[in-house]
DNA sequence: CGGATCGTTGACAGGTATCAATGCTGGTGG
DNA sequence: CCACCAGCATTGATACCTGTCAACGATCCG
């Protein structure tokens, strides 16, 4: 839990201009003197599998940019059971609850090793009251937010538990990047995603890959779509 | 479907100043000046139970204030199957992904005779353009609509049937203005809301009617806390 | 070599979907 | 005014699915 090593840390200007995913950030429409606004310095770090990156109800003061992995968003009820609300990849923004001054609603997990941007929640404020550059991108990311909720609620919680198995792995299989290969979480985050126990997660997968539907070797996984059978 | 009664329409300021529930609404910080920049009216419009206020896809052109009343958004799938996947009530917001263009997520069907204001995209976008008064009464918003996906995910999709419903009532009840009654949904909708069948949904209310944990006439309802009993 | 963690599988009880029938209510037209 | 109908709520019977409890294998690591 202590590893979350720093790569570096800036002001903005210097390193933001020539981010290799500058066009997938929050700071794509930035100018110049924007980044001359940054009075706090952003951060650029590292998480392990199974590291968190802020806790529920915390006190806020950053939002984070996920510069490659994959994190967890958990939400935990007072009785002791919790749920996954969300997935994040690369692009997508964490904390951005920090915004209006509230605290965090979720606990953010590392999945896999993840590398993040953690940007001081003043530096943002600082650029709203100046200038109007970040709000559309500040709206195209809360409305992900609620299109993501819609896709679950719609699509993740309904159904018995083979289809909602089979809509996070076509879900997880069509944001990878590499050859159609992605990260399978394991059984009990399946469960905690799609509201089953991990008991059951676990039989569907094994018969999911006994029908040839999904290949996996420990977290890398594959689909084959037409062996998909639901019957 | 054809009954929405226009009640006026005006420009901004001389209404919107006055307006009873301003310190609920998306208007509560803008300046006199701000008002001064609507182009287009806003008009006030009137839903009866069952009637569509907008629908998924729809061309995107306005954003919808709920003066009072009940709203369900619901997200239909290609299959045929849908979910009701958020509740509005006064204050709140309905369309707001209309703000970066994209088209609406969900349709959006009054439960109850409802109240809106229907305010064009482009008055929003010439004040954003223009200053940031809108901007913390936006991101409260999008707040909102985290929250509130991570409420639904994390309590009203988890559980057995009888928990659901009864978070869904506890839900129901905390926000009821009127001396602890309120809407009590089609067994229906009830389903849609919980993923669970119509069937399941009204013996899981039969039961706690003749538990004494609630009690309604019609759609008016009220609930006993202290006789909740989820053995 | 243990020990811990995770995934798999089995048995069984309990919960839910499904199919079906019946009552209830409000509205419509004769 | 009443008969009828459509829509909604309720209830029953049954099959299926999932949660629960339990055992066991695999893998990793100290």
């Known amino acids: 839990m202590k590893s979350e090593a720093i790569h570096q840390a800036w002001n903005g200007a210097e390193k933001c201009q020539l981010c290799p995913i500058r066009d997938l950030v929050l700071f794509a429409d930035l100018k110049q003197e924007d980044f001359n606004l940054f009075h706090l310095p952003i951060k650029e770090l590292e998480f392990k599998a199974g590291e968190t990156i802020y806790k529920q109800n915390d006190t806020i003061s950053f939002v984070y940019t996920i510069r490659s992995g994959l994190v967890k968003l958990v939400h935990y009820l007072p009785n002791g059971n919790y749920r996954i609300t969300r997935l994040l990849r690369q692009g997508d923004l964490a904390g951005i609850e920090a915004l209006n001054g509230a605290s965090y609603l979720q606990q953010a997990i590392a999945m896999k090793n993840t590398s993040i941007c953690r940007i001081p929640v003043q530096n943002i404020d ?57 990260f399978l979480p394991c059984r009990e985050d399946i469960g905690a995603l799609l509201a089953i126990t991990t008991e059951t997660a676990s039989r569907v997968i094994a018969e999911f890959n006994r029908t040839g539907f999904l290949e996996n070797h420990k977290h890398s996984a594959k689909i084959n779509p037409s062996k998909l059978n639901l019957a």
């Open 126 to 182: 600082q650029i709203n009251s100046h200038s109007t550059h970040l709000y559309s991108q500040l709206t195209a990311r809360w409305q992900k937010v609620q299109s993501d909720a819609d896709i679950w609620l719609s699509q993740l919680t309904m159904g018995n538990s083979k289809h909602r198995v089979a809509s996070l792995l076509l879900y997880l299989a069509s944001n990878s990047h590499s050859e159609g290969s992605f």
